[in-house]
Nanobody, 127 residues
Framework: QVQLVESGGGSVQAGGSLRLSCAASGNIYNRNCMAWFRQAPGKEREKVAV???????????YYADPVKGRFTISRDIAKNTVYLQMNSLKPEDTAMYYC?????????????????WGQGTQVTVSS
């Protein structure tokens, strides 16, 4: 079992920055996939960024088109923590942001295949 706890959400004006953190604990595999998803009111949950990493593995990342060049996903393996640095925030980035984990050798394509989810942290960007 793995527990995920997000933090770092809040309210910011357009153009501002926030850094989200996701602390993982429990039975964490050496190599695994961590991701950030978001869900805005009235919309489906969407993938934002993904990082596949582990000891002796060069991290691989993926970003959704709307956040490319503005968001950066990173990981501190020693702390079992994943970060999402969000810069140049826009009102359309307003959503509940969720951390998810898949304890496997490849990142799942489907949200349903992520094994563990956090409770979410709210990000609100005002214009």
């Amino acid at each position: 079992q793995v527990q995920l706890v997000e933090s770092g959400g809040g309210s910011v004006q357009a153009g501002g920055s926030l850094r989200l953190s996701c602390a993982a604990s429990g039975n964490i595999y050496n190599r695994n996939c961590m991701a950030w998803f978001r869900q805005a009111p009235g919309k489906e949950r969407e993938k934002v960024a993904v990082i596949y990493s582990g000891y002796s593995v060069v991290a691989r990342t993926y970003y959704a088109d709307p956040v490319k060049g503005r968001f950066t996903i990173s990981r501190d393996i020693a702390k079992n923590t994943v970060y999402l640095q969000m810069n140049s925030l826009k009102p359309e980035d307003t959503a509940m942001y969720y951390c998810a984990a898949a304890m496997r050798d490849a990142c799942p394509q489907s949200q349903a295949d992520f094994d563990y989810w956090g409770q979410g942290t709210q990000v609100t960007v005002s214009s």
